[in-house]
């Protein structure tokens, strides 16, 4: 099962004086708002790279820590998340690490791709941990145009501090990548839980590549 393999991660011990970084672990602002690290990436310059969420961010130059205080690296490129009801633009944040502080403990993605309605995903996040659902919704219509007005919907349970949370499946060749947590949608009435929608991975790429001009050429997912 993918997501036990990627839960069994979090329990490895941390170099010392090292944060070693893999999918989903907590990372936190100075100011005190914690997300998950979404996936780790690099470039055509060879940038040690890392993302979460665009609103997990407000702002150029600010530093992400680890969950035990240690500076990983700070925002170099972002994107505001703008989502409502019946429409979504996604950003992203795009954090430089911190060579001499941070190693990969795991990269844990063989490949990305898209999803389509009917898959079945986990997300492992900083709040509720590992969750799985259904995909029950996608928009690719834009796609090609603007890949941030994609979105995917998952009946997968969600909670703040999962933002940024990578989504992925399993495949032969072994975890694939689909997406990132944004955010989720509860039932006004009784704030019962709906669903979670994220940016799917292969749109978010794309986006990358085309809205970071300095640091997005050749931009992609790193795997183990």
């Known amino acids: 099962m993918v997501a036990a393999t990627i839960s069994s991660l979090v329990n490895a011990p941390p170099a ?15 100011t005190g708002g914690t997300c998950s690290l979404s996936f780790l990436a690099s470039n055509d310059d060879g940038d040690r790279l890392a993302v979460t969420a665009g609103h997990c961010s407000t702002a150029l130059k600010q530093i992400f820590y680890s969950k035990d205080g240690t500076k990983i690296g700070y ?9 409502g009801t019946s429409s979504y633009d996604f950003g992203y944040t795009m954090i430089r690490l911190y060579s001499d502080a941070t190693y990969t403990a ?10 389509s309605e009917g898959t079945w995903v986990w997300k492992y996040g900083e709040r509720t941990q590992e969750t799985e659902g259904k995909v029950i919704g996608v928009d690719y219509s834009d796609d090609d145009s603007h890949p941030s007005y994609s ?22 060749a072994g975890p694939v990548l689909v997406g990132i947590h944004v955010g989720s949608v509860t039932r006004k ?20 590549r085309k809205q970071s001009k300095n640091w997005g050429g050749g931009f992609n997912v790193v795997g183990d």
Do not use: C, E
């Not at 979105?151 to 032969?172: E, N, R």
């Not at 009435?189 to 990358?208: C, E, K, L, T, V």
């Open 106 to 115: 795991t990269a844990y993605f063989k490949k990305y791709r898209n999803p």
């Open 189 to 208: 009435s009784d704030n019962s839980f709906q669903y979670s929608y994220g940016f799917p991975a292969h749109s978010m790429i794309r986006y990358i």
């Open 151 to 172: 979105v995917i919907k998952s009946t997968m349970i969600t909670l703040p501090g999962d933002s940024g949370a990578p989504w992925y499946t399993g495949s032969d």
């Open 75 to 83: 925002v170099m490129s972002r994107a505001d998340d703008v989502s």
């Open 16 to 30: 010392a004086a090292s944060v070693g970084l893999y999918p989903g672990m907590p990372i936190q602002l100075s």
